[in-house]
T-cell receptor
Framework: SQKIEQNSEALNIQEGKTATLTCNYTNYSPAYLQWYRQDPGRGPVFLLLIRENEKEKRKERLKVTFDTTLKQSLFHITASQPADSATYLCALSPGGTYKYIFGTGTRLKVLA | ETGVTQTPRHLVMGMTNKKSLKCEQHLGHNAMYWYKQSAKKPLELMFVYSLEERVENNSVPSRFSPECPNSSHLFLHLHTLQPEDSALYLC????????????FGPGTRLLVL
């Protein structure tokens, strides 16, 4: 069956460290993969998009990698801050479709 | 703010009630979406509208009825809901139906008693 897996356990890290979140998928051939941030009681907010032919994408303190062989995307936040505490969602768009399939998200808590 | 607004933000309804959720986008987008988000579950795509035409209905029960009168407005009409329908209902829009970024509204927190 098709599946997207994100670590359902909360991730706690110390302020200033790099947070690394994982998104694994099976039985998909995604053309696009996105990362969103969601705060409690709010809708998801887009962060980064990476295409299947791209290995890495950066935006300020954020970095996303996409390994179609491992079927995995890693999302990094460098120099993390308490304000980065939120749930981060991975979403992929299977090839040939226009819709996104979302993971359950990983809750990140950055400790001051 | 993302440019997508939803009302009401919170809704409590009985199983025999009829209510409607409203979504409005001020971004000039042509595609709009309804998602359901339940605790511990991923976002579930319910409906997709492209240029006011429904192009996706993900086996959603008929007690949920979408309406898209124009490209800026999207409604979700609710009737005879079940307690398991309690969830956060999110509206999103994108420039066209495709793989672009989706812009989400703040959601409506629905509780069915």
């Amino acid at each position: 069956s098709q599946k997207i897996e994100q670590n359902s356990e909360a991730l706690n890290i110390q302020e200033g460290k790099t947070a690394t979140l994982t998104c694994n998928y099976t039985n998909y051939s995604p053309a696009y993969l996105q990362w969103y941030r969601q705060d409690p009681g709010r809708g998801p907010v887009f962060l980064l998009l990476i295409r299947e032919n791209e290995k890495e994408k950066r935006k300020e303190r954020l970095k996303v990698t996409f390994d179609t062989t491992l079927k995995q995307s890693l999302f990094h936040i460098t120099a993390s801050q308490p304000a980065d505490s939120a749930t981060y969602l991975c979403a992929l768009s299977p090839g040939g479709t226009y819709k996104y399939i979302f993971g359950t998200g990983t809750r990140l808590k950055v400790l001051a | 703010e993302t440019g997508v607004t939803q009302t009401p933000r919170h809704l409590v309804m009985g199983m025999t009630n009829k209510k409607s959720l409203k979504c409005e986008q001020h971004l000039g987008h042509n595609a709009m979406y309804w998602y359901k988000q339940s605790a511990k579950k991923p976002l579930e795509l319910m409906f997709v509208y492209s240029l006011e035409e429904r192009v996706e209905n993900n086996s959603v029960p008929s007690r949920f009825s979408p309406e898209c009168p124009n490209s800026s407005h999207l409604f979700l009409h609710l009737h005879t809901l079940q307690p398991e329908d309690s969830a956060l209902y999110l509206c999103a829009s994108s420039p066209v139906r495709g793989r672009e970024t989706q812009y989400f509204g703040p959601g409506t927190r629905l509780l069915v008693l």
